[in-house]
């Protein structure tokens, strides 16, 4: 069997099927956005990520700093998307020959700056040869209460499906990238033309993790019952939640929250801005369940929008169109093993 016919999931699921917890202080292994383990107080979140050259990421637009703080930030992502706080993250890399301990360092400067930004402390790693491009595996460790985590398993029928932010920016922004890389080709002294889309540009070379959402919903007194960073594309993400909660959904392609520029480059490259939407992923927003009574709650949140409702698992997941017609949510979202 290829295992491009699994996917991501499928080959995770089928690897940890029915896999044993041996421990009391394992409280969650394998099937979230972290694992969660017991600690005195509090409980620790695990959560690990591993970037590729050629296939998560291309140097040639990708600056090495960028890519150190985005490497580090997707990891920050994962333990908010569990209610939670990153403390430690570990950072190994496979380094070819081709690289220099100046272009590491260039590297290092971009982890070491997001650990300063979100007050987390780098505690060790491992570094090792690699026979083709640069490898990069940064493991966070977090924590949370034991009562406020939030898993991807727990939205119930009527609850609210909320996103943070805007969506398919990251996605069109490497659609410029990669446009402006095809363009250079052959050419010695070549500018790219980034002008007025800076901010595409931006949330896909260096991505936040909402850090802000999260302390927002805690000052609100808001415990979402479902929540996940939108990492691979808002349809794949709902269809998670869905799928580990045993519900269905209703998300209003209205409602679906998109930026200016988002929406012109989508035009110029004669691509449905919607689709890059729900599919483009690396936007990092959080996305989230709330039940019904916290609509007024959630609603005055800033950088929070309502998109739609769960709804029982028989009414399978959908998008209602402008016109009031009903598309099947498809996961179709970045996939690394295809």
Known sequence: MEISQLGEFGLIDRLTKELPVVNASTLKGVGDDCAVLRNRDTDILVTTDLLLEGVHFDLTYVPLKHLGYKSAVVNFSDVYAMN??????????????????????????????????????????????????????????????????VSRSGAKDTDLICV?????????????????????????????????????????????????????????????????DVSDGLSSELMHICKTSNVGCRVFEERIPIDYQTAVMAEELGMNVVTAALNGGEDYELLFTVPLHYHEKVKDLPGVKVIGHITKPSLGCAMVTRDGGEIPLQAQGWNPLK
């Open 84 to 149: 939670g706080t990153p403390r430690q993250i570990t950072v190994s890399l496979g380094i070819s020959s081709r690289f220099t301990v100046e272009h590491i360092e260039e590297l290092y400067s971009g982890i070491r700056l997001a650990c300063e930004i979100y007050g987390v402390d780098l505690v060790g790693g491992d570094t090792t040869s690699s026979r083709q491009g640069l490898v990069i595996s940064i493991t966070c460790i977090g924590e949370a209460e034991a009562d406020k985590i």
């Open 164 to 228: 943070s932010g805007d969506l398919g920016a990251a996605y069109m922004g490497l659609q410029l990238l990669e446009r402006e890389k095809v363009a250079s080709a052959g050419q010695k002294d070549f500018v790219p033309n980034f002008g007025g889309k800076e901010y595409i540009v931006e949330r896909q070379l260096k991505p936040e993790a909402r850090r802000d959402i999260v302390r927002e919903l805690a000052e609100a007194g808001i415990v979402p019952t479902a929540m996940m």
